[in-house]
């Protein structure tokens, strides 16, 4: 709109001017038809004064000439007019071109610094969310790092745990080895006390029982004397009673005979009784030895089972010591091989562990480094087969110079289609910028790589465009 109006102001000034020179052409066609009116005129006044005729013939004729004349000059100048007013023309054109130009550069410029800025923002949210992406994968890493650090503590504790409750088992195999054994002892000592009492209950018993011989023959022997000494009183009785019955009845006998026999029979009766006692006397002493020898035999007994009791108890308990000791060695002895096997199965473990996990990440980071270095390859294979596409689709525009290069950021779909490319950083020239973009989008599908892991660094990248490298 604001381009017509000023072609339109230029219209009719070219208009105006060109009513203006053929209203003057007309006045110059009218002043020539003046002529000829005054020569019809002059004729007649001729007829009246013939001595005026010349005149106005010459006159007509000096005119008609003048009036040629200004016609052409009033064509050139009319020439000339339409032609500076047609150069005018298109210089105003040409002007309003270049002001048009001008603005849609101007346009252009901006609406690039416009997609400019909104790449940078882009490109600044995607440094954003990369560094978000790297700071959360900086985080995996370390937690993985303490995961893998807390799993090794843990193998740790556990090899620890398991040398405890080897350790734990040890002790305890100690401690039930040594209660076994102090069951055994108190077992035999037991046994021993068992025997020991059972001994001393027969001794006891047997010596009760020689006791109660002893005291039974005694008493027997006591009984016997007695009713001998009974019998020997009743005899002796019996025969004082006869005899004094014989002396009663012979009075006559004489008191010779009658002493002598009573003499006798005192003699007998005293000589029974102190036989009596004698024989009562001598059981007892004979219980009293039988008793004493019982007595001896059953204490010389019980010392000798005493002492073959202290002997045997001697002798067990050397052997439970020594037993003992051979099982306290022995279990100390496994005790400490389990420990040493444990402690050497745990650091063998840990070594071939900590070999396995170093072979393992020399070998994952050869492998990487060779994946990296594969890929790199590719990399740089594609790349350049990228540049070589996308340089082929280019042309130089006009007006750009030589030995300019511009980074885009192209992003690619997974069959190498362009989904978007942008400039990351311009050349200076917006031109050449745009020549590069299109040249981009003209490539379109790009070499994609097979590779998914290698395709993956092409779905967004940085390209370096500079053709004349």
Known sequence: MSKSRPQMRQRLLAAGMSLLLHAALLAVLLVSFVPSSLENLGSSVQEQAPQQAPAPTQAAMVDQSAVAATMRRLADADRQRQEAEDARQRKLEQQAKAAEDRRRQEEARLHEAQVRQAEEARRQEELERKAEAETKRLAEARQQRADAEKARAAEERRAADAARKAEQAAKAAEAAEAQRAAAEKKAAEAKARAEAEAKKRQQEAEKKKLEAEARAKAEADAKAAAEAKAKAAAEAKAKAAADAKARADADAKAKAAADAKAKVAADA?????????????????????????????????????????????????????????????????????????????????????????????????????????????????????????????????????????????????????????????????????????????????????????????????????????
């Open 269 to 469: 009766k005293a000589k029974a009784a102190a036989d009596a006692k004698a024989k009562a006397d001598a059981d007892a002493k004979a219980a009293a030895d039988a008793k004493a020898r019982a007595d001896a035999d059953a204490k010389a007994k019980a010392a000798a089972d005493a002492k073959a009791a202290a002997d045997a108890k001697a002798k067990a308990d050397a052997e439970a010591k020594a037993k003992a000791a051979a099982e306290a060695k022995a279990a100390a002895d496994a005790k400490a091989k389990a420990d040493a096997e444990a402690k050497a199965k745990v650091a063998a473990e840990a070594k071939a562990k900590a070999e396995a996990d170093a072979k393992q990440a020399l070998a994952d980071l050869l492998a990487k480094e060779a994946k990296e270095r594969g890929m790199q390859r590719e990399i740089d294979r594609y790349g350049a087969l990228i540049r070589r596409a996308v340089e082929s689709r280019w042309l130089l525009p006009q007006g750009s110079r030589q030995g300019l290069s511009c980074i885009l950021v192209i992003q690619l779909g997974a069959d190498g289609r362009v989904q978007n490319v942008r400039v990351a950083r311009s050349s200076g020239d917006p031109t050449f910028d745009s020549s590069a973009v299109i040249a981009v989008r003209s490539a379109s599908p790009l070499p994609m790589p097979n590779d998914p892991d290698v395709a993956a660094k092409f779905r967004s990248f940085n390209f370096e465009f500079k053709p004349d490298a």
